[in-house]
């Protein structure tokens, strides 16, 4: 809260100085306050996919030798399209023995079913053996649910670690899915629903097409 003391009115142009001065105040807070918020949003913006398959193969090699929850997580994530807020809010019981995965998604509200593809029906299969349905699908080490900051340092160590470059984060899984689903159908409609993007527009821009159209029109642009 801004309190403004000592403030004594004075006559005529003196008192609207003091006016003025308030305001500028107030406009200045308001615009950093504003600023740091866009800033975060581009720095969101910004995190990239996985676009060579080979990447994603040296990656689940490397997690598969870390832990099978690791693995899970990645090979989910790439194969569904789903934020990494309900991947971790996922328990065994919606997974285990079901051929479609369906949830209320956290940040949209919205309902959102989808079947389970046969890569990862086997991991389920074995991930959830003897493990009781209440149970999350992703625990910690401490015995609690996964949260979003282990996630994103396992993905992000996953991708260090085969040298890849540009801004990694957990939104990495969701884009990934993007990138190859569209490379895959050439349909940016239905990833657009998938995705519940308001435009095309906005679905090529978050799974990176737009900006590799514009690095391949600067390679094949030479004067």
Not at 166 to 177: A, D, N, P, S, V
Not at 203 to 222: A, P, Q, V
Request: aromatic share 10%.
């Amino acid at each position: 809260m801004l309190i403004i003391r000592n403030i004594k009115l004075a006559p005529t142009w003196k008192c609207v100085e003091q006016i003025v001065e308030i305001f500028r105040v107030l406009y200045f807070l308001f615009k950093k306050r504003s600023v740091g918020i866009n800033r975060k949003e581009h720095t969101l913006g910004t995190v990239e996919p996985i676009r060579e398959i080979k990447d994603i193969r040296r990656i689940e090699k490397y997690l598969a030798k870390q832990s099978a929850r690791n693995l899970l997580l990645f090979t989910l994530g790439i194969n569904c399209g789903l934020r990494i807020s309900d991947i971790l809010s996922l328990n065994i019981e919606d997974v285990k023995g079901k051929n479609f995965i369906q949830i209320t998604e956290k940040k949209t509200g919205k309902f959102k079913k989808f079947p389970i593809n046969a890569k990862l029906k086997p991991m389920f299969v074995k991930f959830t053996k003897g493990k009781a349905n209440d149970e999350p699908l992703f625990i910690s080490r401490q015995g609690n649910r996964m949260e979003r900051t282990a996630a994103y340092r396992v993905i992000n160590k996953a991708c260090k670690s085969i040298g890849m470059e540009g801004l990694i984060g957990t939104h990495t899984l969701r884009k990934t899915f993007g990138y190859h689903h569209y490379q895959k159908f050439k349909d940016v409609v239905i990833l657009q629903k998938i995705f519940n993007h308001s435009t095309p527009e906005v679905t090529l821009r978050y799974i990176g097409i737009e900006e590799d159209e514009i690095f391949e029109s600067y390679e094949n642009f030479i004067l």
